[in-house]
């Protein structure tokens, strides 16, 4: 790996958005994780050296090739205020999204913490307000492994920040 070189594995792909956008910085996209396979043919096609890894159920992080940034778009239909039901993470859908925090800690597990040095996760601005707020509350102590209070506002800012276990974490609508 060309450590002068930024790289970059994409979970829940499509068509390769953050791949695309990455590459525009030189950043270089080592794989994808997509199971739709006309999304599949589209990043092959604008990215041939790009390895597919398939599910993301059936991946383990610590096996995949080490990236210093993994970026995200888990489903989002169980968190957007379009659906009627607003399954929060409880959905099979939008509780994938757990699947893209166990690849991370696999592969930070397999490199002793070197690996991804970056996670970049995009979603609907529901997910500030699924199942009463707490899912966005959720998402902050996946990333951070450490105990996030609710606001006292009851509501998450537009925009803000927390600190972990290692781990600091901003984030913008």
């Known amino acids: 790996m060309n450590r002068g070189q930024l790289t970059l594995g994409s979970l829940f792909d499509g068509i390769g958005g953050f791949p695309y ?3 525009f910085y030189g950043i270089r996209p080592m794989w994808a994780s997509e199971i739709v396979p006309e999304c599949v043919s589209v990043t092959k096609k604008h990215f041939p050296d790009m ?3 398939g599910d993301i159920t ?6 995949l090739p080490p990236v210093d940034i993994i970026t995200f778009g888990s489903p989002c239909q169980d968190l957007s ?7 929060g993470l409880a ?3 939008s509780g994938l ?13 397999a490199t002793n913490g070197e690996y991804p040095k970056f996670a970049l996760w995009e979603n609907v601005p529901g997910a500030l307000s699924s199942s009463s707020r707490r899912d966005f509350k959720a998402v902050l102590e996946a990333f951070t492994d ?3 209070p609710m606001p006292g506002s009851g509501r998450w800012a537009n925009a803000g920040m927390v600190r972990g276990r290692g781990a ?3 984030w913008v609508m």
């Not at 059936?58 to 096996?63: E, Q, V």
């Not at 205020?81 to 399954?87: N, Q, T, Y």
């Open 91 to 93: 959905g099979e859908r």
């Open 168 to 170: 600091d974490l901003a």
């Open 51 to 53: 390895e597919h890894v």
């Open 146 to 148: 450490a105990e996030v």
């Open 81 to 87: 205020v379009a659906s009627g039901k607003r399954l």
């Open 58 to 63: 059936k991946l383990h992080g610590g096996k």
């Open 21 to 23: 956008a990455a590459s």
């Open 97 to 109: 999204f757990l699947e893209a925090i166990r690849i991370i800690r696999e592969m930070q597990e």
